[in-house]
């Protein structure tokens, strides 16, 4: 027995496993048209929907075309030099990110208020998960656009009801700048505050109990609990939302066309009614691509970032 | 044995061109010839269908598909009609001719697209002289109202940012042909601004006294900007929750039409840009005119709460549930039944003259159809005197002279009203400018009218900070800008 232990290699020191070495086996023929037939449906549809339509946004860019133009030429980096030295770009693009960064960061700390009390295994905890469905169940320009008559000053319950509670009940909600941004990011939070808090209610439910267990018998408060136990095991899932958020966030556009149409002035013109006016009404392909890109580009640079500082630490092994 | 392996590169590329014959095999066949209107032959055969594109409640789609049996019976060709609402039609007009797609015989085109899509529609003079061409009805170009006719068909396709020099004349194909310009289409559903107002307040004894005793005035229909201030403020009685009149200042097409109406109501420019790009709404007719507006709203509060975010729809639903004595607008009006009021019809307000806003859809041939004789043998019956008057049962608002004057002497008092007063607006009306990019142009001047409207921007300044967006939009889509 031990002769024949000690005549046993190593298989981790001096070899590696079959097919892990630096010279691969040789594959038969066939092989390796296999796999491949077998991602031919997803390439083919990636190439359709994504590759494709990215490939003509650059090159449309580039160009001066417009849809029945069919005679539009090379123009080098002009749309995006024009994008970039047009103050009202600037604009909608500061306000673009200014909701975003608002309406995300509240959806957070409102989708994490809501999850930690709906977490835990009850039947109540089960009615108000199914609840939270509701408002994102809704179609956006539905929503929007229930919202536009609820703050309508005339006849809407907003100011009706704000009324009966003694409170200022003649709100203009959309004709003054910050009560149109309250009544667009009041809106945003409250379809997807939901989405968040269901996607840390999952996060939660999957956090192993033991180290919530030995914190409780350290005397560790229910404060300290959250915020050295449950918080930094929670990160990846946190980072999940953010990330979706953010991205779906910059993608907004049917609560600001349906509620103020960039109004009042242009203090809710964010870069996507921009894009929609330029691409789908004047139908200016190559300056829209060219804003299109610079969003894309600007969204391309924020996701890792958001990953790398949400998610460093991320690893419930290693928090 | 074959070797059925291949490189990865190799799979890439013909997945990539596999995605590539995908793309352009989604449209099968959907190229048409091109055609310059001259090789229709009237003797083509007669095809099962045609098919058209058209708008919904905007240019009252129910009017015409109520025409369908009718049509069928008359032609033996089933007209099948797509509708679409107004985004989503825009959209799909202009996808069909970047596709020179052949689906389509016939295309309602608004206005603000048309200086796009003028080489893509084909061009109707010589079809209008053709007599086998007419053989279904009598195109009559004449007859329509000519201000309508000249603003919505006739373009010149090598420099469409111009009008045709004479609207005011009957239409005469040879003036229009020898001037360099073409016909695009027979129009239908001309939309004007229009003034209504609660009839039942107007002629009630205890109003008539009181305006009488408030003014010293008789009460009386507004016919002057100065005249609409008073009767405005007259009925403005917030706790009652009534309000003089609506404005549309809310950031939309609506707000720019509402100021289109009083800049050519004080004198200036009412298309807001003329055929040689000049600024024209930057003048201090524009001024005079956006001052009177916002004072409207600020200075004399005849507006109901909500005025600066409001759209045509905002502003039809708090005239039909009694919210105000008056409106401007082109929507349909009907009051609540809880209201039991009664609407009249006026033309604009004047200032130094009057040039309501005027927008009418128009009925074109897609030049890469198929079908061009039979479908322009089916826009010119349906554009007919006759088929118009029909499609007044269901409001259509017609483009003919002959059909106001017979819908006029129509014995429903309101409805002869209305389309007296529309007729009398179509006649005076104001279309807009020819730009590629009108729908841009009209959003940056909605946004002043909307500043200056909510008190952010004096009326000035804001039309000079939208006089640098236009400048640089219009540079943007190509356009030489004088100055």
Redesign the interface.
């Known amino acids: 027995m031990t002769d024949t232990l000690a005549a046993k290699p190593s298989p981790t020191v001096t070899e590696k496993p079959e097919g892990y070495g630096l010279r691969p086996r040789r ?1 038969r ?5 296999v796999p ?1 037939v077998l991602m ?1 449906p997803t ?2 549809l990636l ?2 929907m994504t ?2 339509p990215t490939i003509y946004l650059l090159r449309a860019s580039v160009r ?1 075309d ?3 133009n069919t005679n539009g030429r090379f123009v080098g980096l002009a749309n995006y030099s ?1 994008a970039l030295t ?1 103050p ?1 770009f600037w604009h909608s693009l500061l306000i673009t990110i200014g909701f975003v960064v608002v309406a995300v960061a509240l959806e957070m700390l409102l989708g994490m208020a809501l999850s930690l009390p709906l977490a835990g295994e009850r039947l109540s905890s089960t009615w108000g998960t199914t609840l939270l469905l509701l408002p994102f169940a809704i179609t956006p320009v539905v929503s929007a656009m229930i919202f536009k008559e609820l703050l ?4 809407g319950w907003v100011d009706y009801y704000l009324g009966q509670l003694g409170l200022p009940a ?1 709100i ?6 910050t009560t ?1 941004w309250i009544a667009l990011i009041g809106l945003d939070v409250w379809q997807w505050t939901p989405f968040v808090a269901l996607i840390l209610i999952a996060g939660l439910q999957s956090l192993p109990g033991e180290p919530r267990e030995a914190a409780a018998i350290d005397g560790a408060s229910t404060w300290q609990m959250f915020w050295h136990v449950t918080l930094p095991q929670l990160k990846p899932f946190i980072a999940i939302a953010l990330v979706l958020r953010t991205i779906q966030a910059f993608k907004t556009f049917d609560y600001f066309k349906v509620m ?7 203090s809710t ?1 964010i870069l996507n009614l921009a894009i929609y ?2 691409a ?5 392909i190559g ?1 829209a691509a060219a804003i299109a890109i610079l969003l894309l580009i600007l969204l391309s640079l924020l996701v890792p970032a958001l990953l790398r500082g949400v998610g460093r630490n991320a690893d419930p092994e290693e928090a | 044995m074959t070797d059925t392996s291949i490189s990865r590169r190799g799979f890439l590329g013909a997945a990539l061109a596999l995605s590539a014959a995908a793309a352009t095999g989604c449209t099968p066949g959907v190229k048409g010839a091109s055609s310059s209107g001259a090789s229709v032959d009237a003797n083509a055969s007669k095809p099962a269908q045609l098919h058209m594109l058209y708008a919904t409640a905007e240019a009252n789609s129910a009017a015409v598909q109520a025409l369908l049996p009718a049509f069928k019976d008359k032609f033996g060709i089933e007209l099948v009609m797509d509708t679409q609402p107004y985004d989503a039609l825009q959209q799909k007009v202009f996808s069909e001719f970047a596709s020179q797609s052949t689906y389509y015989d016939i295309v309602i085109v608004d206005t603000p697209w048309a200086p796009a899509l003028v080489a893509q529609l084909e061009p109707l003079s010589q079809h209008i002289g053709n007599s086998a061409l007419n053989d279904m009805a009598d195109v009559d170009v004449k007859d329509f109202i000519p201000k309508v006719f000249y603003d919505t068909a006739v373009y010149n396709a090598g420099d469409p940012i111009k009008h045709f020099p004479d609207e005011a004349s009957p239409a005469d194909v040879a003036a229009i042909t020898g001037a360099g310009f073409d016909i695009y289409g027979l129009p239908l559903q001309a939309n004007a601004q229009i003034m209504a107002y609660r009839k039942d307040l107007f002629t009630d004894s205890g109003e008539l006294a009181g305006f009488k005793s408030k003014t010293g005035k008789d009460l009386a229909v507004p016919k002057t900007w100065d005249e609409f201030v008073t009767v405005s403020q007259y009925f403005t009685r917030p706790d009652k929750k009534l309000y003089g009149t609506t404005v549309m200042a809310g950031v939309g097409d609506w707000a720019t039409d509402d100021f289109k109406s009083m800049l050519a109501a004080y004198g200036g420019q009412g298309r807001l840009i003329g055929d040689d790009l000049s600024l024209a709404f930057k003048s201090p007719e524009g001024t005079a005119a956006l001052q009177r507006y916002v004072d409207l709203i600020n200075k004399y509060k005849v507006t109901p709460p909500g005025s600066t975010a409001a759209s045509w729809d905002e502003a039809a639903s708090l005239f039909d549930s009694g919210t105000t004595a008056l409106t401007m607008n082109y929507h349909a009006l009907e009051l609540d039944d809880a209201v039991k009021g009664e609407i009249g019809y006026a033309v604009v307000p004047q200032e130094k003259t009057r040039g309501p806003h005027f927008g009418t859809w128009m009925l074109s041939v897609n030049k890469y159809g198929g079908n061009r004789a039979w479908a322009y043998r089916a826009i010119t019956w349906l554009t007919a005197s006759q088929q118009q008057l029909t499609m007044t049962g269901k409001q259509l608002h017609p483009s003919r002279t002959s059909v106001y004057k017979q819908v006029t002497s129509a014995q429903n008092k309101s409805e002869a009203e209305f389309y007296r007063v529309l007729g009398d607006s179509l006649a005076v009306g104001v279309g807009r400018a020819r730009l590629t990019n009108y729908t841009e142009v009209s959003a940056a001047i909605a946004k002043a009218v909307n500043s200056a409207a909510t008190g952010s921007a004096a009326p000035d300044a804001a039309l000079n900070t939208a006089a640098d967006q236009v400048r640089k939009l219009l540079t943007d889509a190509g356009y030489k800008v004088p100055g």
């Open positions: 594959e023929k066939g092989e390796t048209l491949w031919t390439l083919v190439a359709l590759i494709m001066n417009t849809l029945l024009n047009d009202t309508n000053p005339n006849y003649h203009e909600w959309l004709s003054h700048p149109a103020t149409g960039g109004g009042p002035g242009d013109e006016r330029i789908l009404q004047s139908f200016r300056a």
